[in-house]
């Protein structure tokens, strides 16, 4: 669904829609202003303030391209949980030291999420947006709130370090649900945020009375469950130029020495998931098909209980872009798991759709990581093609102690 540029003054907001922007050049295009009541025309925090002298936001838009390389918000539809980066995205500034004091909005919104004085009556609604495919537009991804019922309240709002340009520097990331509106979001609850807060609640759809009732147990997320189907070789290799780089680099790398590759794609595996554990690689002279034997590590962080071990092998494929995992390669895998062992197929190229079609149709307990994944991996722990040479420099370094230390253990075993 589309709404043209010149009805959205009485548009309301379904989730999904695209917002188109005008023809004219420059800001008078833009969309969120004309859209929404008192919305400002920039920036990735966009707060609109109440008219009651409370100095409280009415509402909140967060606003996003889905695209920044250092900074990848991200929309899990299938959950409902929404990442976003706080607005300290360079050095040389404290976290809150920002100019439209959105990780300030963040700290507030999660201490009243947390707090148990009733506060959290003082959590505006947020509006996400994500930039549309042309121009101006934009697309509502919907309404959503701070936290979410699965996530401890000490990890909904992290701060973490990062380092650009040699200079280190704090940032938030924070997580919120984007709640299961039923119906479109109407532009008389904008209005009265705004205008007359008191008796907005009237005004609100129904999972938005409930999270104010019931704080992070109200909390209904938006669920849409996807049709399982087999990804094309476009699915599975797409990615941004950065990301394209960076695997061109590792393709470039390990073209002479393919079995330097698995020591890659084990850290990869452990930086996709850090529960993905103790992994030794195998020989390759005595291969057998699996470049990896490791555990999956489920547990509640007692120290009272242990926690289950899965056993996991992993095979790892550096291939060109034209070059894809084929049937023989994944039938290899697939007859080396044994019972109640799971397989990790990780390729810099991506998966014949014929293979692909055997692991899903057969249920075959096999996880696919390919190109499009490892771009994401890369991008999420900071690794980008300016830095990606030390990344290497350190594995292969570690890859050689660990080479000798096998060495020395079979000799002294023979």
């Avoid at 370090?161 to 119906?183: C, I």
């Amino acid at each position: 669904m589309e709404v043209p540029f010149d009805e959205l003054q009485s548009a309301d907001l379904v989730v999904d829609t695209i917002y188109k922007g005008g023809n004219i050049s420059g800001k008078a295009s833009e969309v969120l202003s004309k859209l929404l009541p008192n919305c400002s025309n920039s920036g990735g925090f966009r707060k609109v303030m109440r008219k009651d002298g409370s100095g409280l936001p009415a509402y909140v838009v967060l606003y996003t391209s889905m695209q920044e390389l250092a900074w990848p918000d991200y929309l899990d539809e299938e959950t409902g949980v929404f990442r976003y980066y706080g607005d300290n995205r360079t050095p040389g500034k404290t976290i809150l030291d920002t100019p439209r004091k959105g990780n300030l909005l963040l700290e507030f919104v999660y201490d009243c999420l947390n707090s148990m004085d009733g506060s959290i009556k003082n959590i505006p609604p947020f509006l996400i947006f994500k930039k549309g495919g042309q121009g101006w537009d934009v697309q509502f991804l919907g309404l959503a709130v701070p936290g979410n019922p699965k996530i401890s309240p000490d990890k909904d709002l992290v701060a973490f370090w990062r380092t650009m340009d040699e200079k280190r520097f704090q940032n938030y990331e924070a997580f919120f649900t984007v709640l299961d509106t039923v119906s479109p979001i109407s532009r008389e609850w904008l209005y009265a945020l705004i205008y007359n807060h008191d008796e907005s609640i009237q005004y609100a759809p129904d999972v938005w009375k409930n999270f104010i009732m019931h704080g992070r147990n109200g909390i209904i997320p938006l669920i849409a469950k996807k049709i399982p189907k087999v990804p094309t070789k476009y699915d599975q290799l797409q990615s941004d130029n950065e990301g394209t780089l960076c695997l061109m680099k590792i393709r470039e790398h390990y073209l002479e020495n393919p079995y330097g590759f698995e020591n890659c794609a084990k850290n990869i595996l452990e930086k996709m998931d850090e529960r993905f554990q103790d992994f030794s690689l195998t020989r390759p002279w005595r291969d057998g098909g699996r470049d990896a034997l490791g555990y999956y590590i489920i547990g509640g962080g007692s120290k009272a209980n242990y926690p289950l071990r899965i056993d996991c092998a992993m095979e790892a494929k550096c291939y060109s872009k034209n070059r894809s995992v084929g049937v023989r390669e994944m039938s290899r895998l697939i007859s080396r798991i044994r019972y109640r062992q799971f397989g990790v197929l990780i390729t810099t190229s991506y998966v014949h759709d014929q293979a692909y079609r055997e692991v899903t149709e057969d249920g075959h307990p096999i996880l696919i990581v390919s190109a499009t994944d490892i771009a994401g991996i890369l991008r999420k722990n900071s690794i980008t093609s300016s830095n990606i040479d030390g990344w290497f420099e350190s594995l292969d370094n570690n890859d050689n102690r660990n080479f000798q230390r096998r060495m020395k253990a079979y000799y002294e075993g023979h």
